[in-house]
């Protein structure tokens, strides 16, 4: 026989659960009760549960009669296995009823209940699996009712302008999403959320008029990324100090009062973009000096009082674009000094008193837009010259309305070509088990000598020869220069011109691959979890991989053995690494690696 079922009505609301089990423990399994008036408050089947493993939304119907305004009924309730929504109810004022919930599966919003003004009846709850989302409300000026919340998935507080302090999550240890508060113009600090130790996802503050400080976020050693938007009163970022990796981005935008950001000094790695704009009190980007690994852009734009850098030295690569826009009081670049290339489009734009941009002298590659403009001191744009004149930009080339020497692309190759050295070609090649290194000149003034520099990586290059140039001449003058004892592998090479007044300027970037029958081979490269390297036969049996960070830093040493080792790699900070092989206390190979978010 079928088993029996009983139809339970509240009104309008209709339930549908075996008979034997009304009076259990446990009920509303795959459903979701919606409950629109007081009299579904009291009539609701929690009287007959304490768990109730659907969805409950408490949503005024708004009729005018039977307004919600007391939850004690639904007290026997001490979990809910799916979510629990509380919206739009006029005339609540607490949330007294729910003192005996202890968790939530899904999530807990409680969203526009307009004349709530505090929330104390939560204070058993102890663990919400979904999101936490408190948003608009105007009256709400107190919140005591979270004392036993240890983790959440997003923490999200919005529009609650009384809300002065967020003591109530004093327990709070684990947010598995984002932690987001925008629009709560009464927190001056983020005291309160002290037992924080795990965030995985994103710090998003906006928009909090009275927020001067992040104090309450000090346990924190690991954030997926943040944003401080339009934080009027927000003075430095202190708090995040212990923070060494940033995966995603960094961006600080209309900050008014923030002039210091001393606060980020550890940081090391940026996974994505760094975005500086509309802070007017900001001087220098000093506190990211120490950011050595960057996956994304930088993004300067509309800082009134940025006049220095004085950051980004430890760069060799932005993977993404470079942009250089609005900061009327910056006059230098210099700090970009290490720069070796451009993923995407670099500009310059509006930069009132740049008058020069010899900090980019040693870009070899663009590889989108390429845009100087406007910039009303701008004459001397030679560290493009090399760039220009070998066609090492991808996308257009845009110039225009700076001053005299750097009026346009032409007007520009007509300044710079006056340089102590005209260097008509430079190329590498390999010759018999040799690098052939070659290059000619049309003309030279005051040149004492040529470096020649080699680098197994192209981030690190070491002097390999010197040949003395041709002093003053306008003629022709070829040069050459071998290589020998070299290793399997991508070789680069630059030429390092030197005056006989000291002064100095660089080539472009060269390379050549030289290959053995017996390569060492990694793949797939880049990769984000499983590396495979092809080891070739080699007699002796001490074969290890080093692995080293861009800063030189030995990070692992590592057996391999001949044929395909396999390297997990997924739990490796994103960024770019070099790969020594060595066999009986003798290097074989260096190879680079770059490991993916």
Known sequence: MGRMLRII???????VAPLHKIHAT?????????????????????????????????????????????????????????????????QLVNLNGLSMLTSIGGDLIIYQNLNLTGISGLNALGNVNGDLRIDLHPLLNGISGFSSLYSVSTFHLADLPLLSSLAAFSGLKFINGSLEIAFCSGLTNLTGLESLISLTGLIYLSTNSGLTSLNGLGELTTIGGFTLFDNDALLEVNALTNIHSIPGDIR?????????????????????????????????????????????????????????????????????????????????????GNLTSIGDNLTILNNNLLNNLDGLSQVHAVGGNLNVTENDLLGDCCALYELLKYMHVSGSVTISNNTSGCLSEADLFTTCNLLPVTL????????????????????????????????SDGLEFNNVG?????????????????????????????????????????????????????????????SGDLINILTPYLAGSNQVLEVFSLLGEQLAVLPVKSGVT???????????????????????????FVKQL
Not at 32 to 40: A, E, G, L, P, Y
Request: overall charge negative.
């Open 9 to 15: 009505t509240f009104g309008w609301l209709s339930l």
């Open 26 to 90: 446990t009920c509303g399994s795959g459903i979701t009760v919606f409950i629109k008036s007081q009299s579904n408050v009291d009539d609701f089947i929690g009287t007959y549960c304490d768990e109730f493993s659907g969805n409950i939304m408490i949503e005024d119907d708004n009729d005018g009669i039977d307004d919600i305004t007391d939850l004690d009924p639904l007290n026997p309730v001490q979990s809910i296995g799916g979510d629990l929504i509380i919206l739009n109810n006029n």
């Open 252 to 336: 600080i935008t209309g900050c008014d009062l923030l002039a210091d950001l001393s606060g980020l000094g550890g940081i090391t790695m940026v996974g994505g973009d760094i975005q500086i704009s509309a802070n007017p009190r900001l001087t220098d980007l000093s506190g990211l000096a120490s950011v050595a690994n960057l996956g994304g852009a930088i993004l300067l734009s509309f800082n009134a009082g940025l006049s220095a850098i004085a950051a980004f030295s430890n760069l060799s690569v932005v993977t993404g674009e470079l942009l250089l826009n609005s900061n009327p009081m910056l006059a230098s670049i210099e700090e970009f």
């Open 424 to 455: 008509l070609s430079f190329e590498v090649e390999l010759r018999s088990g040799q690098i052939e290194v070659k290059w000619t000149t049309a003309a030279e003034h005051q040149n004492d000598y040529f470096q020649i520099e080699h680098s």
């Open 466 to 526: 010197i040949v003395q140039g041709a002093g003053d001449s306008d003629a022709l003058n070829h040069y050459t220069f071998f290589q020998s004892n070299i290793l399997p592998g991508i070789h680069y090479y630059r030429l390092k011109q030197v005056d006989v007044d000291g002064q100095f300027s660089y080539s472009p970037i060269r390379t050549v691959q030289y290959d053995n029958p017996q390569d060492f081979i990694l793949y797939p490269n880049p």
């Open 566 to 592: 396999k390297i997990n790699v997924s739990s490796w900070p994103a960024g770019i690494y070099q790969m020594r092989f060595w066999n009986n206390n003798s290097i074989q190979r260096i190879l680079p």
